[in-house]
Protein backbone atom coordinates (compact mmCIF):
# COMPACT_ATOMS: atom_id res chain seq x y z
CA UNK A 1 0.00 0.00 0.00
CA UNK A 2 1.74 3.53 -1.10
CA UNK A 3 1.82 5.78 2.02
CA UNK A 4 -0.25 9.28 1.51
CA UNK A 5 1.68 12.37 2.15
CA UNK A 6 -0.51 15.55 1.77
CA UNK A 7 0.72 19.69 1.87
CA UNK A 8 -1.88 22.00 2.98
CA UNK A 9 -2.15 25.42 0.86
CA UNK A 10 -3.59 28.22 2.38
CA UNK A 11 -4.79 31.27 0.32
CA UNK A 12 -4.58 33.43 3.77
CA UNK A 13 -5.91 36.74 2.33
CA UNK A 14 -9.11 35.28 0.92
CA UNK A 15 -9.42 33.12 3.81
CA UNK A 16 -9.07 36.22 6.17
CA UNK A 17 -11.23 38.42 3.95
CA UNK A 18 -13.94 35.86 4.20
CA UNK A 19 -14.10 35.83 8.09
CA UNK A 20 -13.90 39.27 8.94
CA UNK A 21 -16.54 40.56 6.19
CA UNK A 22 -19.02 37.58 6.21
CA UNK A 23 -19.17 36.91 10.20
CA UNK A 24 -17.13 40.26 11.46
CA UNK A 25 -14.61 37.98 13.08
CA UNK A 26 -10.39 37.36 12.52
CA UNK A 27 -8.96 33.84 12.00
CA UNK A 28 -7.94 31.93 15.28
CA UNK A 29 -4.74 30.86 13.97
CA UNK A 30 -4.05 27.73 16.68
CA UNK A 31 -7.50 26.69 15.73
CA UNK A 32 -7.14 26.65 11.95
CA UNK A 33 -4.10 24.87 12.48
CA UNK A 34 -5.57 22.57 14.48
CA UNK A 35 -8.55 21.95 11.69
CA UNK A 36 -6.10 21.76 8.88
CA UNK A 37 -4.06 18.70 10.50
CA UNK A 38 -6.95 17.17 11.58
CA UNK A 39 -8.88 17.22 7.69
CA UNK A 40 -5.22 16.09 6.39
CA UNK A 41 -5.15 12.84 9.07
CA UNK A 42 -7.88 11.74 6.96
CA UNK A 43 -6.21 11.06 3.82
CA UNK A 44 -2.67 10.64 5.20
CA UNK A 45 0.56 11.86 6.76
CA UNK A 46 0.74 15.51 7.24
CA UNK A 47 3.78 17.21 5.94
CA UNK A 48 2.84 20.87 6.36
CA UNK A 49 1.20 24.09 5.89
CA UNK A 50 1.74 27.11 3.67
CA UNK A 51 0.14 30.33 3.97
CA UNK A 52 -0.07 32.78 0.84
CA UNK A 53 -1.02 36.65 1.27
CA UNK A 54 0.90 40.03 1.94
CA UNK A 55 2.06 39.65 5.17
CA UNK A 56 3.83 43.48 5.43
CA UNK A 57 -0.11 44.14 6.17
CA UNK A 58 -1.79 43.72 9.36
CA UNK A 59 -0.06 43.18 12.76
CA UNK A 60 3.87 42.90 13.23
CA UNK A 61 4.87 39.48 14.53
CA UNK A 62 1.91 37.91 11.85
CA UNK A 63 4.46 35.46 10.53
CA UNK A 64 6.46 34.70 14.28
CA UNK A 65 2.98 34.07 15.30
CA UNK A 66 2.03 31.69 12.42
CA UNK A 67 5.12 29.60 12.56
CA UNK A 68 4.56 28.80 16.28
CA UNK A 69 0.93 27.30 15.30
CA UNK A 70 2.57 25.48 12.21
CA UNK A 71 1.35 27.70 9.47
CA UNK A 72 4.40 28.52 7.10
CA UNK A 73 3.85 32.14 5.81
CA UNK A 74 4.90 32.77 2.35
CA UNK A 75 5.03 36.55 1.72
CA UNK A 76 3.72 37.81 -1.46
CA UNK A 77 3.91 41.57 -2.44
CA UNK A 78 1.06 42.75 -4.38
CA UNK A 79 2.22 46.06 -4.96
CA UNK A 80 4.92 46.61 -7.44
CA UNK A 81 6.14 49.94 -8.36
CA UNK A 82 2.96 51.57 -6.90
CA UNK A 83 0.67 48.80 -9.03
CA UNK A 84 -1.86 46.58 -7.82
CA UNK A 85 -1.57 43.00 -8.62
CA UNK A 86 -4.45 40.94 -7.15
CA UNK A 87 -3.59 37.67 -8.61
CA UNK A 88 -0.01 37.72 -7.43
CA UNK A 89 -0.97 35.75 -4.66
CA UNK A 90 -2.41 32.68 -6.39
CA UNK A 91 0.27 32.98 -8.98
CA UNK A 92 3.19 32.38 -6.43
CA UNK A 93 1.11 29.57 -4.07
CA UNK A 94 0.45 27.84 -7.98
CA UNK A 95 4.18 28.24 -8.86
CA UNK A 96 5.40 27.13 -5.19
CA UNK A 97 2.57 23.66 -5.68
CA UNK A 98 3.70 22.68 -9.55
CA UNK A 99 7.31 22.76 -8.10
CA UNK A 100 6.87 20.18 -5.38
CA UNK A 101 5.45 17.66 -8.50
CA UNK A 102 9.25 17.79 -8.94
CA UNK A 103 11.30 18.73 -5.90
CA UNK A 104 8.56 16.57 -3.51
CA UNK A 105 7.45 13.75 -5.30
CA UNK A 106 6.28 11.50 -1.93
CA UNK A 107 3.55 14.26 -1.93
CA UNK A 108 0.76 12.54 -2.86
CA UNK A 109 -2.32 14.34 -1.86
CA UNK A 110 -2.85 18.21 -1.90
CA UNK A 111 -5.60 19.99 0.45
CA UNK A 112 -6.36 23.76 -0.93
CA UNK A 113 -7.65 25.65 1.79
CA UNK A 114 -9.65 28.63 0.17
CA UNK A 115 -11.93 28.92 -2.68
CA UNK A 116 -10.20 30.71 -5.52
CA UNK A 117 -11.54 29.94 -9.37
CA UNK A 118 -8.03 30.66 -10.70
CA UNK A 119 -6.67 27.22 -9.15
CA UNK A 120 -8.91 25.07 -11.94
CA UNK A 121 -5.59 25.22 -13.84
CA UNK A 122 -3.49 23.65 -11.40
CA UNK A 123 -5.76 21.06 -9.99
CA UNK A 124 -5.40 20.27 -13.62
CA UNK A 125 -2.02 19.93 -13.99
CA UNK A 126 -1.85 18.02 -10.38
CA UNK A 127 -4.34 15.55 -11.50
CA UNK A 128 -2.06 15.12 -14.53
CA UNK A 129 0.32 14.05 -12.68
CA UNK A 130 -1.26 11.24 -10.83
CA UNK A 131 -2.01 13.76 -7.59
CA UNK A 132 -4.75 13.33 -5.26
CA UNK A 133 -6.73 16.87 -4.75
CA UNK A 134 -8.72 18.11 -1.76
CA UNK A 135 -10.43 21.06 -0.98
CA UNK A 136 -11.82 23.01 1.85
CA UNK A 137 -13.61 26.20 2.44
CA UNK A 138 -16.54 28.02 3.15
CA UNK A 139 -19.92 26.73 1.24
CA UNK A 140 -20.90 29.55 -0.33
CA UNK A 141 -17.58 30.60 -1.20
CA UNK A 142 -16.20 27.83 -2.97
CA UNK A 143 -17.43 27.37 -6.51
CA UNK A 144 -18.77 24.19 -7.79
CA UNK A 145 -16.39 24.16 -10.39
CA UNK A 146 -13.50 23.43 -7.70
CA UNK A 147 -15.70 21.18 -5.48
CA UNK A 148 -15.99 19.00 -8.30
CA UNK A 149 -12.01 18.75 -9.26
CA UNK A 150 -11.37 17.57 -5.84
CA UNK A 151 -11.88 14.73 -4.18
CA UNK A 152 -13.32 15.55 -1.03
CA UNK A 153 -14.58 18.86 0.55
CA UNK A 154 -14.36 19.90 3.47
CA UNK A 155 -17.07 22.90 4.82
CA UNK A 156 -15.59 25.23 7.66
CA UNK A 157 -19.42 26.69 7.93
CA UNK A 158 -19.71 24.60 10.94
CA UNK A 159 -16.15 25.00 12.12
CA UNK A 160 -16.89 28.00 14.43
CA UNK A 161 -13.84 27.61 16.68
CA UNK A 162 -11.49 29.23 13.29
CA UNK A 163 -12.70 31.98 14.31
CA UNK A 164 -12.63 34.74 17.28
CA UNK A 165 -14.29 38.13 18.25
CA UNK A 166 -12.38 40.68 16.63
CA UNK A 167 -12.72 42.85 20.16
CA UNK A 168 -11.17 40.67 22.93
CA UNK A 169 -10.44 41.13 26.73
CA UNK A 170 -7.49 43.42 26.70
CA UNK A 171 -4.23 41.99 27.69
CA UNK A 172 -1.42 44.69 28.27
CA UNK A 173 -1.76 47.88 30.20
CA UNK A 174 -2.64 50.71 27.65
CA UNK A 175 -1.55 54.31 28.57
CA UNK A 176 -3.91 57.49 27.93
CA UNK A 177 -0.82 58.27 25.56
CA UNK A 178 -1.54 55.25 23.64
CA UNK A 179 -5.10 56.23 23.24
CA UNK A 180 -4.32 59.17 22.40
CA UNK A 181 -2.42 58.06 19.23
CA UNK A 182 -6.11 56.57 18.46
CA UNK A 183 -7.73 59.57 18.67
CA UNK A 184 -5.49 61.62 16.24
CA UNK A 185 -5.29 59.09 13.74
CA UNK A 186 -9.19 58.40 13.73
CA UNK A 187 -10.22 61.73 13.74
CA UNK A 188 -8.15 62.51 10.57
CA UNK A 189 -9.40 59.60 8.64
CA UNK A 190 -13.39 60.00 9.46
CA UNK A 191 -12.36 63.96 8.16
CA UNK A 192 -11.09 62.63 4.75
CA UNK A 193 -13.13 58.83 4.51
CA UNK A 194 -16.52 57.91 4.20
CA UNK A 195 -16.12 55.82 6.93
CA UNK A 196 -13.13 53.78 8.79
CA UNK A 197 -13.04 50.47 8.70
CA UNK A 198 -11.33 48.69 11.55
CA UNK A 199 -8.39 46.65 9.53
CA UNK A 200 -7.96 50.16 7.54
CA UNK A 201 -7.44 52.12 10.97
CA UNK A 202 -4.78 49.23 12.11
CA UNK A 203 -2.96 49.38 8.94
CA UNK A 204 -2.94 52.97 8.83
CA UNK A 205 -1.51 52.73 12.84
CA UNK A 206 1.05 50.44 11.91
CA UNK A 207 2.45 52.47 9.34
CA UNK A 208 2.51 55.74 11.57
CA UNK A 209 4.31 54.50 14.35
CA UNK A 210 6.12 50.91 12.87
CA UNK A 211 8.15 50.66 16.33
CA UNK A 212 4.78 50.49 18.90
CA UNK A 213 3.37 46.66 18.76
CA UNK A 214 0.16 45.97 20.14
CA UNK A 215 -2.37 48.07 18.60
CA UNK A 216 -4.89 45.10 18.39
CA UNK A 217 -4.75 45.35 22.58
CA UNK A 218 -5.33 49.44 22.11
CA UNK A 219 -8.14 49.24 20.11
CA UNK A 220 -9.77 46.71 22.16
CA UNK A 221 -9.31 49.15 24.81
CA UNK A 222 -10.47 51.63 22.96
CA UNK A 223 -13.25 49.89 22.35
CA UNK A 224 -14.28 48.87 25.88
CA UNK A 225 -13.74 52.11 27.39
CA UNK A 226 -16.42 53.75 25.12
CA UNK A 227 -14.01 55.62 22.85
CA UNK A 228 -14.61 53.77 19.85
CA UNK A 229 -18.45 53.25 18.43
CA UNK A 230 -18.25 50.23 16.35
CA UNK A 231 -21.00 49.73 13.78
CA UNK A 232 -21.96 47.92 10.06
CA UNK A 233 -21.75 49.98 6.67
CA UNK A 234 -22.95 48.35 3.16
CA UNK A 235 -19.80 47.46 1.45
CA UNK A 236 -20.11 49.05 -1.61
CA UNK A 237 -17.97 46.46 -3.37
CA UNK A 238 -19.85 43.55 -2.02
CA UNK A 239 -23.15 44.62 -0.71
CA UNK A 240 -23.97 40.86 0.63
CA UNK A 241 -21.46 41.03 3.37
CA UNK A 242 -21.15 44.61 5.21
CA UNK A 243 -17.78 46.02 6.61
CA UNK A 244 -17.35 46.44 10.53
CA UNK A 245 -16.53 50.39 11.02
CA UNK A 246 -15.33 52.56 13.68
CA UNK A 247 -15.75 56.12 14.51
CA UNK A 248 -15.22 58.09 17.43
CA UNK A 249 -17.47 58.32 20.20
CA UNK A 250 -17.17 62.65 20.35
CA UNK A 251 -18.75 62.76 24.16
CA UNK A 252 -16.45 60.58 25.92
CA UNK A 253 -14.03 62.69 27.74
CA UNK A 254 -10.48 61.45 26.53
CA UNK A 255 -12.22 62.28 23.41
CA UNK A 256 -13.23 65.49 24.09
CA UNK A 257 -9.72 66.70 25.95
CA UNK A 258 -7.46 65.18 22.94
CA UNK A 259 -9.13 66.90 20.46
CA UNK A 260 -10.80 70.35 21.44
CA UNK A 261 -13.58 72.13 20.57
CA UNK A 262 -12.46 73.30 17.12
CA UNK A 263 -11.44 69.33 15.86
CA UNK A 264 -15.08 68.54 17.45
CA UNK A 265 -16.91 70.65 15.11
CA UNK A 266 -15.16 69.76 12.13
CA UNK A 267 -16.53 65.68 13.45
CA UNK A 268 -20.29 67.16 13.53
CA UNK A 269 -20.34 68.39 10.10
CA UNK A 270 -18.76 65.00 8.76
CA UNK A 271 -21.56 63.05 6.93
CA UNK A 272 -24.26 60.80 8.48
CA UNK A 273 -21.56 58.06 8.66
CA UNK A 274 -24.35 55.00 9.57
CA UNK A 275 -25.66 55.43 5.90
CA UNK A 276 -21.89 54.75 4.43
CA UNK A 277 -21.26 56.30 1.20
CA UNK A 278 -24.36 57.40 -1.06
CA UNK A 279 -24.96 57.51 -4.59
CA UNK A 280 -24.16 61.21 -4.78
CA UNK A 281 -20.98 61.02 -2.68
CA UNK A 282 -18.07 61.80 -5.11
CA UNK A 283 -15.71 60.60 -2.71
CA UNK A 284 -17.38 57.48 -1.77
CA UNK A 285 -17.26 56.10 -5.51
CA UNK A 286 -13.94 57.07 -5.74
CA UNK A 287 -12.73 55.22 -2.90
CA UNK A 288 -15.19 51.91 -3.76
CA UNK A 289 -13.69 51.68 -7.30
CA UNK A 290 -10.04 50.81 -5.78
CA UNK A 291 -11.52 47.90 -3.77
CA UNK A 292 -12.17 48.06 -0.10
CA UNK A 293 -8.30 46.51 0.38
CA UNK A 294 -7.22 50.08 -1.16
CA UNK A 295 -9.39 52.78 0.07
CA UNK A 296 -11.73 54.46 2.82
CA UNK A 297 -14.38 52.09 2.83
CA UNK A 298 -12.29 50.23 4.73
CA UNK A 299 -11.85 46.39 5.97
CA UNK A 300 -14.33 44.42 7.92
Given at each position: ??????????????L???V??????????????????????????????????????????????????????R??????A??L??????????????????????????????????????F???????????????Q???????R????????????????????????????????????????????????????????????????????E????????????D?????????????????????????????????S??S??EL??L????????????????????????G??
Amino acid sequence: MVERNILAWVHWEQLGDIVHRGVGKELDFDQLSRVIKEICSLQGHWCGTVAYGDFDRGDYGLQTRLLQVGIQPRHVAVREAGELHRDAITLELSLDVLETIHTYPHVTDHLFVGGDLSWVPIFRRLTQHGKHIHLCGFQSYTHRILRDWAETFTALDHREEIARDRFRETGPQVSDGDLEQVIHVLAGMQQRLPFVGFGLLQRELTRRYPYRFGFEDILNAAKNEGILDVYKVPNPNNPDFPTTAVRLNREHPLVRSTLGAESLDSLDELRDLDNGPGEGDEDAETYSEAGPRETGTGEG
